[in-house]
């Protein structure tokens, strides 16, 4: 009797049941996700003052402060030209000041970034997830024969080959958008800060102020989903969505 023969068979029909639904995993998925979507979500709509404007001008602030080089001032300056306003080079000369924070680009998990959508401007960012891929964390479909250590290996080997060939890829695209708008009005605002000094000292700090602006702030997170997706692939669509987002405010 060879060592093969040894093997029961229950364990060998197994591997072909767990192979086949693993194939049948990854068809499904890429089928589904075989084009590519992208989508933008703001936290809270800002609605500026129609009546009080007197001239189309901004001056932008674009920062980034994630871990990817980016360049989506141009794409906001184009459309906003597009739309007629006046970019100018100082803040005291522009009728709105717009300061646009890039928090988080990367690879994403869909549920958590509705969590740092909802937490809003200046909230927490928890996008920062790497996805699964088809088969990860699954149940095994042979779970009767999971005391069987070749039962086991015959499972991981079926989620591995899966695993492998198609991944449900998504990358997200989270930033903090500010918006100051000009005003006859005299706007006052208070600011509270509590720092930490230490491990059991707490100090509060408070500030007033005067200003002619009013503020408005929101968060905007941009998605870009596909099998087995390149970030290089996804970035372009992504600058493209946030430059319409901020663009649309106007």
């Not at 990860?136 to 492998?164: C, D, H, Q, R, T």
Request: net charge negative; glycine share 8%; proline share 3%.
């Amino acid at each position: 009797m060879t060592k093969f023969s040894k093997c029961p068979i229950r364990e060998v029909f197994g591997l072909c049941i767990m192979l086949s639904l693993s194939g049948c995993a990854a068809t499904e998925i890429a089928l589904e996700h075989k084009d590519l979507k992208v989508q933008t979500q703001m936290s809270a709509t800002v609605f500026l003052d129609v009546e009080d404007r007197t001239e189309k001008s901004v001056f932008l602030d674009v920062r980034n402060t994630s871990d990817k080089d980016l360049d989506v001032l141009p794409l906001i300056e184009a459309r906003l030209t597009a739309n007629g306003y006046v970019i100018k080079p100082l803040a005291k000369d522009a009728f709105y000041i717009l300061q646009l924070n890039i928090l988080q680009v990367g690879v994403a998990d869909p549920s958590a970034l509705h969590s740092s959508l909802y937490a809003g401007w200046g909230g927490a960012v928890g996008g920062a997830v790497a996805g699964s891929a088809i088969g990860a964390g699954s149940a095994n479909p042979m779970g009767a024969y999971n005391g069987a250590a070749v039962g086991g290996f015959l499972g991981s080997a079926g989620e591995l080959i899966a695993g492998s060939l198609v991944k449900d890829v998504t990358y997200s695209m989270i930033s903090d958008l500010q918006i100051m708008e000009r005003t006859d009005e005299a706007v006052k605002q208070s600011v509270n800060s509590n720092l930490v000094q230490g491990t059991g000292t707490q100090v509060v700090q408070t500030s007033e102020s005067t200003r002619n602006r009013r503020k408005y702030q929101t968060r905007i997170v941009s998605t870009a989903n596909q099998v087995n997706l390149d970030f290089k692939d996804a970035l372009p669509p992504l600058e493209e969505q946030l430059a319409k987002s901020v663009a649309g405010i106007f």
